[in-house]
């Protein structure tokens, strides 16, 4: 006698419940990992902002407060250069007059300027020049002069600087107004009690945020179509023997 011995398996529903469960774990796998790389994205970049940031902002905040250091009263303790040819050979004459360096050229080739100039004087001393200029890999980068060595990259990837100057309108050391450097004029820098300034930064990676940024002025008007991590910082700090209350 012949004994059959029935054979059992998977049917092709169970098959298919079990791909597509399969199928689902994956996607919830690839979704997880998908969340955190992004997640790591922005950290990283978070993190690359805010140290140069930081960096870019203490160096700021260190040369106002010895701008002007050594001047007298009644003579202008910053000075600011719009990006024409006239207007940077006036402050490469400044500059030397007020370092006493003959040689002295605090600012680089003028067809890399990408900024206006703002000038920080100390007297007998180079002072320092800020500026937005095209760096070495080819994104805005912010320089400054003043050391001797030529101009210095401090960082790279930033997208605005602007400043504003806290004026004395009425010689009570009190700071009555705030100007953008395009407002002022040739007794306003005389007045100048104190400086803000804003520092536009961008991550070196694009694509890290879901969404172009929505800037709020004075950075408005910039594209951040490339998505990348964009962040303001603002500083204000009196200028040396100017003795404002801010």
């Keep these: 006698m012949t004994i059959h011995h029935r054979q059992s398996g998977f049917s092709m529903i169970e098959l298919m419940?079990?791909?597509?469960?399969?199928?689902?774990?994956?996607?919830?796998?690839?979704?997880?990992?998908v969340s955190a790389a992004q997640n790591f994205r922005v950290q990283e970049a978070m993190s690359e902002v805010q140290e140069d940031g930081r960096y870019a902002s203490i160096q700021l905040l260190h040369d106002i407060r010895q701008s002007g250091f050594g001047r007298d009263q009644g003579e202008p303790k910053v000075l600011g250069y719009n990006r024409v040819r006239a207007d940077i050979n006036n402050l490469h004459q400044f500059a030397k007059q007020v370092s006493g360096d003959a040689a002295f050229r605090p600012t680089l080739a003028f067809n890399r300027l990408r900024s206006p100039v703002v000038y920080m004087p100390v007297e007998g001393e180079r002072g320092a020049a800020y500026y937005l200029?095209?760096?070495?890999?080819?994104?805005?980068?912010?320089?400054?002069?003043?050391?001797?060595?030529?101009?210095?990259?401090?960082?790279?990837?930033?997208?605005?600087?602007?400043?504003?100057?806290?004026?004395?309108?009425?010689?009570?050391?009190?700071?009555?107004?705030?100007?953008?450097?395009?407002?002022?004029?040739g007794v306003d820098w005389r007045r100048a009690q104190s400086i803000r300034f804003y520092l536009?930064?961008?991550?070196?990676?694009?694509?890290?945020?879901?969404?172009?940024?929505v800037l709020a002025a004075p950075f408005n008007g910039v594209n951040t179509a490339d998505r990348r991590l964009y962040r303001v910082f603002v500083g204000t700090a009196g200028i040396r023997n100017a003795t404002a209350m801010l």
């Design 133 to 185: 200029a095209t760096g070495a890999n080819g994104r805005l980068s912010l320089y400054r002069n003043g050391d001797g060595n030529g101009s210095s990259e401090l960082i790279e990837g930033v997208e605005g600087l602007v400043f504003e100057f806290g004026l004395d309108s009425d010689s009570d050391n009190i700071v009555d107004v705030y100007k953008f450097q395009a407002q002022m004029n």
């Design 200 to 213: 536009l930064l961008s991550s070196s990676s694009t694509n890290v945020v879901d969404m172009p940024q």
């Design 17 to 33: 419940i079990s791909v597509a469960m399969g199928l689902f774990m994956v996607a919830a796998i690839l979704v997880a990992y």
